[in-house]
C-alpha cells in the first residue's frame, strides 16, 4: 500500500508569493492533518480535515488555509508568504482518530 | 507557552545499553500520548502510544512510563541499537486521539556502535 505523498518536496518562494502544497493520503484515509516543522518551534498543529470538512484548527494566522478534496487528497495553500514561513510542512493521514498517524515526507518551504 | 517539554536536545548511548528519553506536559487535559521517530528526510513515524489510564505500555524493545501526578512520560529501549538512532518526539492530545497533537521539540538519540 502506497505511503502518504507530498509534493513537491522542495520549494522555493519569494517574500509576500503564495504557495499551495499538495498531500495524498493512503487510500482508504479520510482524515488528513497538516503540521509545520521549524527548528525553534518544534511541530505544530495547522489542521485536520474529514470528509472534505475542517475539524481542527491549529493557532496561525488566515494565511494559512486549506481544502481537502471528494478523493481525500488535500491541499494546503500559504499566502503573502513571510520570511518565518520557511519550515518543513508535513501532511498526515489516518484511518480513524483512533489509528495512529502516517506521515508523509513533507515539503520543504523556503522563502526568500 | 509550550505544554510539552523535552528538555533533553540529544542523548548519546552505546549499543545494548538502555535509551531513556523524557518528556514533561503542563496541560491536566492530556489523556493520551505518543512517541514518534523521525529519520533525516523522512516523516515521522508511530512507535507507542499509551492512554492517561495506564502507567505503563511495552510494545518488544520499547517501554513508555506515565507518571500522572509529576505530568511526566519517558520512553525506554533496551537494549538500544545503532538503527534506534533518529530524533524522538513526544506528543500529546486530549480525548484520546490522534488529532490535533501537541509535540515536543524532540530529543535526537545517538547509539554508538
Known amino acids: 500500500k502506497a505511503g502518504v505523498t507530498q509534493t513537491p518536496r522542495y520549494l522555493i518562494k519569494t517574500r509576500g508569493q503564495q504557495v499551495t502544497l499538495s498531500c495524498s493520503p493512503i487510500?482508504?484515509?479520510?482524515?488528513v492533518s497538516w503540521y509545520q516543522q521549524t527548528p525553534g518551534q518544534g511541530l505544530q498543529f495547522l489542521f485536520e480535515?474529514?470528509?472534505?470538512?475542517?475539524?481542527n484548527k491549529g493557532n496561525f494566522p488566515g494565511r494559512f488555509s486549506g481544502r481537502q478534496f471528494s478523493n481525500s487528497r488535500s491541499e494546503m495553500n500559504v499566502s503573502t508568504l513571510e520570511l518565518g514561513d520557511s519550515a518543513l510542512y508535513l501532511c498526515?493521514?489516518?484511518?480513524?482518530?483512533?489509528?495512529?498517524?502516517?506521515f508523509g515526507n513533507g515539503t520543504r518551504l523556503t522563502v526568500t | 507557552d509550550q505544554q510539552v517539554k523535552q528538555n533533553s536536545p540529544s542523548l548519546s548511548v552505546q549499543e545494548g545499553r538502555i535509551s531513556i528519553l523524557n518528556c514533561d506536559y503542563t496541560?491536566?487535559?492530556?489523556?493520551?500520548f505518543l512517541w514518534y521517530k523521525k529519520y533525516p528526510a523522512e516523516g515521522p513515524t508511530f512507535l507507542i502510544s499509551?492512554?492517561?489510564?495506564?502507567d505503563k505500555n511495552e510494545d518488544g524493545r520499547f517501554t513508555v512510563f506515565l507518571n500522572k501526578s509529576a505530568k511526566h512520560l519517558s520512553l525506554h529501549i533496551v537494549p538500544s541499537q545503532p538503527g534506534d538512532s533518529a530524533v524522538y518526539f513526544c506528543?500529546?492530545?486530549?480525548?484520546?486521539?490522534?488529532?490535533?497533537?501537541?509535540f515536543g521539540k524532540g530529543t535526537l538519540l545517538t547509539v554508538n556502535p
Open positions: 499509551i492512554s492517561s489510564i495506564k
Open positions: 496541560n491536566s487535559m492530556f489523556d493520551y
Open positions: 498526515a493521514s489516518s484511518l480513524n482518530r483512533f489509528s495512529p498517524l502516517h
Open positions: 487510500s482508504g484515509h479520510r482524515s
Open positions: 506528543a500529546a492530545s486530549v480525548g484520546g486521539s490522534n488529532y490535533k497533537l501537541t
Open positions: 480535515y474529514f470528509s472534505e470538512t475542517q475539524r
